[in-house]
C-alpha cells in the first residue's frame, strides 16, 4: 500500500533520513522504532509530504505520491493523526468529530462512524457535549485518532504520543480493533518501542536516519540488540 525506495530529507544541511526504504502492506500495522532525533517524525512528515524528499520516492498503491501538495496526500487517503494537543479545544467532543468527516457527504456513513467511535471509546460520549480542551491529554489523544479516523482513512499514520504507559496501551488495543475490524492499515511511530512491538505485526529501526534492521515484531521483540537499545532489557 506504501512504499518509501531510498528517501533522503534534508534541513538545510542537516540529513534527517538517509535512504529509508520501507513497505507498509494493506491490513498490516507497521511500526517504526528509534531513539529520540532518529528520524521518525520526519519520516511521517515526508509521507505527509509537508518534507519533501530531496531524493527517493515514496508510493502509495503504486502511485508516487512525493511532490504533492500534504492536502491532496489526505485526500488520497493518508490521514496522519495529530497531537492530541492539535484538537480544537473550544468545539466540543462531537463537533471535533464532525470536523473529521468535512470532505464526506455520506451523512449516514458519517453517523455509523461517530456511533461506532463512541462504542470504542465510551469517555468521549460521556464527554461529547464538553470542550475539546477540557479532556486529559490522553483522552484528547482518543479524540485526535477518533477525528482521523472519521475522514475513513486508507492509511492511518500515528505518531508518537509520548503518553503513559498505561494509556498508550489501551489506545494500542484500539488500534488493533480498528485495524482488524475497519480494515485500516496502520503506520504506528513510537518511542514505546516495547508497546509498539507488541501492538505491530512488522517492524523496522531507525539509528540517525538509517534503517538498521527490520522484521516481524516477534522476532525484533526476542533481537538481542533491540532489546538492549531499545527494550532496557
Ligand atoms: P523524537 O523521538 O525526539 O521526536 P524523531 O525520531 O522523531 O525524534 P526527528 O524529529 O525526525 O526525529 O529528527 C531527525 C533529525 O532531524 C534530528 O537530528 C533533528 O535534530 C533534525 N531536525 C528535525 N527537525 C528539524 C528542523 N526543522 N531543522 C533542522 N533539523 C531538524
Known amino acids: 500500500m506504501l512504499e518509501l525506495r531510498g528517501v533522503n530529507v534534508f534541513y538545510g544541511a542537516v540529513q534527517a ?42 508510493l502509495f498503491e503504486g502511485r508516487p505520491i512525493h511532490g504533492l501538495a500534504p492536502d491532496r496526500i489526505v485526500r488520497l487517503g493518508i490521514c496522519q493523526v495529530p497531537e492530541g494537543r492539535r484538537i480544537f479545544p473550544e468545539l466540543t467532543v462531537a463537533e471535533n468529530l464532525d470536523m473529521g468527516a468535512f470532505l464526506r457527504r455520506d451523512r449516514q456513513g458519517i453517523e455509523r462512524d461517530r456511533e461506532e467511535l463512541y462504542e470504542l471509546f465510551p469517555i468521549l460520549h460521556q464527554r461529547r457535549h464538553q470542550p475539546g480542551g477540557n479532556l486529559s491529554g490522553g483522552e484528547q489523544q482518543m479524540l485526535a485518532i477518533s477525528r482521523a479516523l472519521m475522514a475513513r482513512p486508507r492509511l492511518l499514520d500515528e505518531p508518537s504520543m509520548g503518553l503513559a504507559p498505561l494509556i498508550t496501551r489501551q ?39 538509517r534503517i538498521v534492521l527490520q522484521g516481524q515484531a516477534e522476532a525484533l521483540l526476542n533481537n538481542e540488540n533491540v532489546q538492549k537499545a531499545y527494550l532496557g532489557i
Do not use: C, W
Open 17 to 58: 533520513l538517509r535512504e529509508v526504504s520501507l513497505r507498509v502492506d494493506e491490513g498490516e500495522i507497521v511500526t517504526l522504532i528509534g531513539a529520540n532525533g532518529a528520524g521518525k517524525s520526519t519520516t511521517l512528515m515526508a509521507i505527509s509530504g509537508i518534507v519533501p524528499p530531496r531524493r527517493g520516492e515514496i
Open 171 to 209: 489506545i494500542f488495543e484500539i488500534i488493533k480493533t480498528i485495524n482488524r475490524e475497519r480494515n485500516t492499515t496502520v503506520f504506528l511511530v513510537e518511542q514505546n518501542a516495547n508497546l509498539a512491538l507488541q501492538t505491530a505485526d512488522r517492524g523496522y529501526v531507525l539509528e540517525n536516519g
